[in-house]
């Protein structure tokens, strides 16, 4: 028997915020992380007669998901002919000589490495908060993920201030639990 | 029973610090929740976990869909989802 099942009527409620923060990283554009979203979704229903139960859903649809990032990539490439790539050095005669300098990388910058860790971490935030009910969850992101203020929020779910702040502090609470037990 | 006008719970402590972690406490809840940091254990512990839990999600860099583009992929989803049932 297979050891996992597709249940495509809680996709976009599990597996929706996953699958946005795993694009956007990727692709730096959130109208085109929605559609690959959307589009995963969709192209999953149509191959679940493929899925052989060996993988979690939430897997097989990344693997689906990352099919769609290349072939965005591979459709960006395609028109690569046509682009035309501009570079505009600075002109002015009192910097004449600094353009080099200008342009050595910084040490201080993010390194690939630093871009993974981050994914990562990203990655076991999202895994914790999926142990969140629903409510608490809902509340977090809004909260600290989109930075929306409490008046905000609170008309939008038909809360209180107080109730929030409650739903924050157990999210808060759990989530360093879990944080604790698989990154710190 | 009547509150302090300096000392705080510890309760009360966490609910200010949850407050902090957003910017959303008062300079005067903030010298509160310094006073009680300075003699309570439970306080600090806590304090330290929601400041690391912070840190990380600000490392991180997490996004996540608006509730309006979350609907409208459901919508479509669910479209789609009743011609195959």
New interface residues.
């Given amino acids: 028997m297979a050891k996992h099942q597709l249940n495509p009527n809680n996709w976009i409620d599990l597996y929706s915020d996953y699958l946005f923060n795993y694009t956007i990283s990727r692709v730096n554009d959130r109208v085109m992380a929605q559609d690959l979203v959307s589009e995963t979704f969709l192209a999953g229903l149509k191959s679940m007669k493929n899925f052989k139960g060996e993988a979690s859903e939430r897997t097989w649809l990344v693997s689906i998901l990352k099919r769609k990032i290349i072939d965005y990539y591979r459709k960006i490439n395609s028109n690569k002919g046509k682009a035309e790539v501009r570079m505009t050095y600075n002109n002015d005669s009192e910097s004449e000589g600094d353009w080099l300098e200008e342009r050595v990388a910084d040490p201080f910058d993010k390194t690939a490495e630093d871009k993974i860790e981050n994914t990562e971490l990203g990655n076991a935030i999202y895994d914790c908060l999926s142990k969140l009910p629903e409510k608490q969850a809902e509340v977090f992101k809004m909260k600290t993920i989109l930075g929306y203020d409490t008046e905000t929020i609170c008309n939008e779910l038909n809360i209180t201030a107080s109730n929030l702040w409650v739903l924050i502090h157990r999210a808060r609470t759990a989530l360093a639990d879990c944080m604790e037990e698989n990154w710190f | 029973m009547k509150k302090s006008f300096l000392f705080i719970s510890c309760e009360e402590a966490?609910?200010i610090c949850?407050?902090t972690?957003?910017g959303?406490a008062t300079g005067w809840e903030r010298i509160k929740l310094a006073l009680r940091l300075s003699w309570c254990r439970i306080t600090k512990a806590y304090s330290n976990?929601?400041n690391?839990?912070t840190d990380?999600?600000e490392?991180?860099?997490?996004?996540?869909?608006?509730?309006d583009?979350?609907s409208?992929?459901?919508q479509?989803?669910e479209k789609?989802?009743a011609k195959?049932q």
């Avoid at chain 2, 490392?59 to 996540?64: A, G, K």
């Fill in positions: 966490k609910h949850d407050k972690q957003y959303e976990k929601n690391k839990l990380a999600i490392h991180s860099e997490i996004d996540c869909l608006k509730n583009e979350r409208k992929i459901k479509q989803f789609e989802l195959r």
